[in-house]
């Protein structure tokens, strides 16, 4: 319950409404699945011709729905160790977020699959893998580490939202999604030591880290923004 305590007071969790609809938003990990997405955003951004808006939008959706609810959901039900948001929401609950989470992403991923960019195929099979072998931690946790994170949340959501807009890939969507892993590795890295430092109720140093955190959440959220931003006005230097 220490742990249940403290995440319902997290700085992204809101501190209006209903206990369970702030542990479900908490749950959703807003300011980190805004970082997933906006990665997704500026690899769509990266196309070199003109932007598909539909496409565009529905990788925002696949994202928000299979990281940000189902994911999270499943980090829930599936966590060996604390569970991160208590017991507020039941199994049959967990798993029907999980459920109609992936449902709604694979989906629509399969109708542009199916008609439009096929090679987006297997970025949707290693990410409903990494889903569910990261979040119930399988075969003893193996995936369930910095390195698989930053790839399933950084690298491979810029290369999908590439390929969403291309059907194809280059070099330049590759290198930019080595930065993205190397931004996403350093946020879970600075996140499982704010954690421990909240469990142990270090002040001074989780405070310290949550700074940094809503820095690189915020910074990457915003720059997807500006990114967008210049590519509708067709802003150029």
Request: charged share 10%.
């Amino acid at each position: 319950m220490k742990e249940q305590a403290t995440r319902i007071n997290e700085w992204f969790v809101p501190q209006f409404g209903p206990l369970r609809f702030r542990i479900f938003v908490g749950m959703m990990f807003l300011p980190y699945t805004g970082m997933c997405i906006s990665f997704s955003i500026i690899g769509s951004l990266l196309a070199p011709s003109t932007i598909a808006w539909d496409r565009m939008v529905a990788i925002i959706i696949i994202y928000f729905t299979a990281l940000g609810i189902s994911a999270h959901a499943a980090d829930s039900m599936g966590s060996k160790k604390n569970k991160p948001w208590g017991n507020y929401f039941s199994s049959t609950e967990l798993l029907i977020m999980i459920v109609a989470g992936v449902a709604t992403a694979y989906v629509i991923g399969a109708y542009y699959i199916l008609f439009f960019v096929p090679l987006l195929l297997p970025i949707a099979i290693l990410e409903g893998f990494f889903l569910f072998a990261y979040n119930y931690e399988l075969w003893n946790g193996l995936f369930h580490n910095n390195v698989w994170f930053a790839i399933s949340w950084g690298s491979l959501p810029l290369l999908a939202g590439y390929v969403m807009q291309t059907n194809s890939l280059s070099y330049t969507p590759i290198l930019l999604s080595l930065v993205a892993f190397a931004i996403s590795y350093f946020e879970i890295n600075l996140s499982r030591k704010y954690k421990e430092f909240k469990r142990v109720h270090d002040l001074v140093s989780s405070k310290s880290l949550e700074s940094r955190l809503k820095i690189i959440s915020l910074t990457t959220i915003l720059f997807s923004i500006t990114f967008l931003i210049f590519r509708v006005f067709q802003i150029t230097f």
